[in-house]
């Protein structure tokens, strides 16, 4: 069975995976790339813990809670998602949906993988364009927790994949749920259309290629489509609508700032492997594999580097991965050394940091929810959290309290002034999550007294009525 | 009061300057003039300026008036000081707007009975809300409205929208959007009523600190009120609305018609769903008829909640 599909027009010039097109050898390759998945995924696992990496996570955990695909429609797919995965395992719904990201998040890696092996034809180019991506601290942070941005990415990846193997129908259908998990993915269509309508020896028969691209379209818009035609009003102005989605207003030089910061902040030296792997591309002459990239590069950060708290550009990174495979060249034996030792060294420095900020960050989490289960069990009244900061906290912390979000007992300062008349009225444990440790209005300091009691190894101050405190 | 002040002339006091102080001290708030009260006088008086002015002027006279002098003076500077009163027309003018005014409460308060009387003979819920949406804006004045229903309360109260206003002041399908409500404010709402209050009225803040905004609202937000459709202290949606074609600010008159049209309607919702819910459809029946050959007569939600439907 070739590996290299006669449809397959860009990688036509290259020789067939194997020399022979040996099925055995061709298992072998995707074993091994298996294999490489499954150690990222293993070092991975003993950060899966029923955390919440923000405030969506939390509001999403909710809706997998409760079946609810009628709202935020415009993540249905990451709903649904998590809805299966719920479905089929037991247990805690946050715990799961982190196994559902590392699962997911896991497959885009081997797709990640198979994009570089039909590329290089190389296992060791495919096994360094996975350790690339599993050095990306936003990739493996979205892995352990989560959160759209890996499914999305991953979902990306799978369809890249798919379409470099000519798998058109498969591709096209996973890109449509890949829109449907969020729409941020139609911002790397170009990947979809420039490489596979510009290769050399295919001008001349642009006319199949178009067929096809229309084809890939049709499907994906047949998907997206019909679902969101469903959901067509909560989509388009749902409060997470695409007309009512957070955003900022277009500045481009803003828009430029946080991509690079992206770059600089996740990918760092992996830039140089990167740009080496761009710059081989080139010279093979796979131009419209780099420019199709360049240009979703280009899209994201024109339009999505509006939407705040999203990295928009994570994708771009998991279909430029492959091209690093590009540099482990069959000819040069010595470059599968040299190149490979050196991207080893860059990879394995990046990633150590990475696995060094991902494990501050789950023990952080893992603390900050020990706390605030402890407080949760602790009180034989009801719980309210004061002093809580913003849309992340407030969402986290009643997750973690009272299994479930927009409970209103997790407020801010001024909230508490609000709504001071109504915790005056009946008895409830206030547990201030920051300081000032003081009553926020004066009917509070009149009922309740604080205390300071040790939880979880912290200590917080609590305002308990002054019947209950002694 | 020609005479008290004749009395205080002979006083020597110059009554040109007492009365210009007097006037000027006079207690709008509790109708007492405070320049002629003396330290034995038990109603308590704002020390203002002018009062302690008065006081001097009058220490420095001497201690000489009679209590039944001094009784005849606060008298007569009390009609002195007394606001001027309202000339007939005037007086006439004030009655009549308070007649308008009571008229176009009690005509703002038939129309709305009638309304709902209306609405109870339509069969559509659709409908039913919609024109309630229309209602409330043509003939209440509530500029930007519509109405949300409670689709479920656990484990999240979720609220379901059903018509209403767009940005240029005509109905929209709002049936797709749904928005997941506070448990506490929900409980806030059940109990308004009980504490003597008709509707909740919030500032908005900007989409930059407040992510957990409502997709009914506009980008350029300003107040919104919820008024809540509470029958039998169950809160069946809520009513939103705002200003903001027209910036201006919340009318207290026009949100308590709206929430007592609010109240006429969530009863009406109320027996809607009662209806709803007791009915069984024809398949379940069928169903139902095949699997247990009983009769279901209390529909599913009996069931749910442990009836003998299903038992």
């Known amino acids: 069975m070739p590996i290299v599909s006669r449809r397959d027009a860009l990688l036509r010039h290259l020789r067939p995976f194997a020399r022979g097109s040996a099925r055995a050898g061709v298992a072998r390759a995707y074993l091994l790339g298996l294999v490489a998945l499954g150690v990222v995924v293993i070092s991975l696992i003993p950060s899966i813990q029923p955390l919440l990496q923000n405030g969506d996570s939390a509001v999403y955990n909710d809706q997998v809670d409760a079946r609810q695909l009628g709202i935020r429609t415009t993540h249905i797919g990451y709903i649904a998602l998590g809805m299966a995965f719920r479905a089929l395992l037991p247990g805690n719904t946050d715990l799961i949906m982190n196994v559902m990201s590392l699962v997911v998040g896991g497959f885009g890696l081997f797709a990640v993988y198979c994009s570089a092996l039909k590329l290089s034809e190389s296992i060791l180019g495919g096994v360094l364009a996975v350790a690339i991506v599993a050095a990306i601290p936003a990739y493996l942070r979205g892995m352990a927790l989560s959160e759209v941005d890996v499914p999305l990415a991953a979902l990306i990846a799978i369809a890249f994949a798919l379409r470099l193997h000519a798998r058109l129908v498969l591709s096209a259908l996973v890109f449509g749920y890949a829109m449907l998990v969020s729409p941020l993915a139609a911002l790397a269509l170009p990947a979809f259309v420039i490489p596979f309508s510009t290769a050399r020896d295919q001008r001349l028969r642009l006319r199949g290629e178009a067929r096809r691209i229309l084809i890939f379209g049709a499907l994906s818009l047949l998907l997206y489509g019909s679902v969101v035609l469903l959901n067509w009003q909560d989509y388009v102005f749902g409060g997470r609508g695409i007309l009512h989605a957070p955003r900022k207003a277009f500045d481009l030089a803003t828009h430029v700032q946080r991509s690079l910061t992206f770059f600089r902040g996740e990918c760092g030296l992996l830039l140089l492997p990167l740009g080496f792997g761009a710059a081989f591309a080139l010279w093979r002459g796979l131009y419209g594999l780099v420019f199709g990239t360049l240009a979703v590069l280009a899209l994201s950060l024109l339009l999505g580097e509006r939407f705040i708290d999203v990295p928009v550009q994570l994708p771009t990174v998991l279909l430029a991965a492959p091209w690093v495979s590009l540099i482990v060249i069959p000819r040069w034996p010595w470059s599968r050394w040299v190149f490979g030792i050196a991207v080893s060294v860059i990879v394995v420095h990046w990633r150590a940091s990475a696995m060094t900020a991902l494990r501050q960050e789950i023990a952080r989490l893992a603390d900050e929810r020990a706390t605030y289960r402890a407080v949760a069990d602790s009180s034989t009244l009801p719980v309210v959290l004061a002093n809580v900061n913003g849309f992340e906290e407030t969402n986290r912390l009643e997750r973690i309290v009272f299994g479930r979000t927009h409970t209103g007992r997790a407020l801010s300062r001024n909230e508490m002034r609000r709504r001071c008349a109504r915790f005056a009225r009946e008895d409830f444990a206030i547990w201030f999550v920051r300081p000032p440790l003081t009553p926020p209005c004066a009917p509070l300091g009149e009922r309740y007294a604080l205390s300071r009691r040790r939880v979880g190894g912290r200590v917080l101050g609590v305002l308990l009525p002054r019947s209950a405190a002694h | ?69 001094r009784a005849r003076v606060r008298r007569g500077l009390s009609k002195m000081a007394a606001p001027p009163s309202k000339p007939p027309s005037a007086e006439l003018e004030s009655k009549h707007s308070n007649t308008d005014s009571v008229s176009a409460l009690v005509s703002d308060l038939a129309a709305i009975i009638a309304e709902t009387d209306r609405l109870a003979q339509i069969e559509d819920s659709d409908r039913l809300t919609r024109e309630a949406v229309e209602f409330a804006r043509n003939s209440l004045g509530i500029e930007r409205v519509c109405i949300y229903l409670v689709e479920s309360s656990e484990p999240q109260v979720v609220l379901r929208g059903t018509w209403g206003t767009s940005n240029s002041g005509l109905t929209t399908d709002e049936r797709g959007l749904a928005h997941t409500y506070s448990r506490e404010d929900f409980e806030f709402l059940r109990g308004l009523h009980a504490r003597g209050e008709l509707w909740d009225h919030c500032l908005l803040e900007s989409r930059d600190n407040d992510r957990r905004c409502l997709p009914w609202t506009r980008e350029d937000r300003g107040w919104l009120a919820t008024t809540p459709l509470v029958s039998g202290r169950e809160v069946l949606g809520v009513f939103y609305n705002d200003t903001a074609i027209s910036r201006a600010a919340l009318d207290p008159t026009k949100q308590a018609k709206l929430a007592t049209f609010g109240s006429l309607l969530a009863g009406l919702t109320r027996d809607r769903l009662g209806q709803q819910r007791g009915a069984v459809p024809k398949t379940s029946r069928f169903i139902h008829k095949v699997l247990y050959a009983g009769r279901p007569d209390s529909g599913p939600e009996r069931a749910r909640r442990g009836g003998d439907w299903l038992s």
């Open chain 2, 1 to 69: 009061m020609s005479g008290d002040t004749e009395t205080l002339h002979e006083m020597g006091v110059s009554t040109r300057r007492m009365s210009g102080n007097l006037a000027s001290v006079y207690d709008w708030r509790t109708g007492f003039s405070s320049a002629g009260a003396d330290s034995s006088s038990s109603r308590p008086t704002a020390p203002t300026r002018a009062t302690a002015a008065v006081g001097h002027s009058w220490r420095t006279t001497g201690d000489v008036l009679t209590p039944k002098i």
